[in-house]
């Protein structure tokens, strides 16, 4: 039997990995979320460190083209980005057949905003690349950051990248206005040179 071709990822997700198992943040209390999986290609690797540690991984995704008009700095709407690589499948199936052999991933097929955890829900790493729109990005910061938990760790995609400048915009602003719960931020190198930004909180 041929083995498993899993869709890419556009972040780098191993550094991601190499960066939780090098602080064992697996050992904390809690599971992993994902805000923005695409067609699943991080999100399986995501799920094959956690399912090692007895964790789940929740998965925030509209996985509608269409819904995301947002504009590049050089013109390009995210939807055409995603229907480029997508080349005329649908992204929930793509998706749902790159994840189908993990039995640790739970899926909320909805817009990001109208998102809450419940109180209890604990997470010891969040990553945010949804939609890059300032409000998106603060908003997910926000449905994230009260479940994390201390000495867990959020990342950023995009941070500093030029394209999408509303990314880095609300980073800022948020670091800023959270200085006092941060205990570290690191920068991790990724894909295309992007980098992400990830805290780690007090
Ligand atoms: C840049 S892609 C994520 C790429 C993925 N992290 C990877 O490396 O493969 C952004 C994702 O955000 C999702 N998205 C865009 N707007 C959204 C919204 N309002 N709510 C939830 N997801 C959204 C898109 O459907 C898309 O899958």
Redesign the pocket.
Known sequence: MKPKVYP????G?ENLIAFMEERSLHKLEGDIV??????G??TVKLAEYARKHGKTVHV??????A??QTASKSGMT?CTV?EAYLEGRS?IEVYQEAIEEFDNIITLR????KIKFDDGKRFFFGFI???HEET?VTSDFHTIWPNLVSGGALGF?DYEYDDWPEVTKAIRKLVEEHRGEIDEMIEVEGVYSIRSLIVVKK
Do not use: Q, R, T
């Open positions: 890419p990822d556009f972040v997700y994902e805000i923005g999986a695409f067609m290609g991080g925030v995704d509209i996985f509608e083209p819904l995301d995210a995603y992204m909805e817009d990001s905003k690349d949804g939609c998106y995609h």
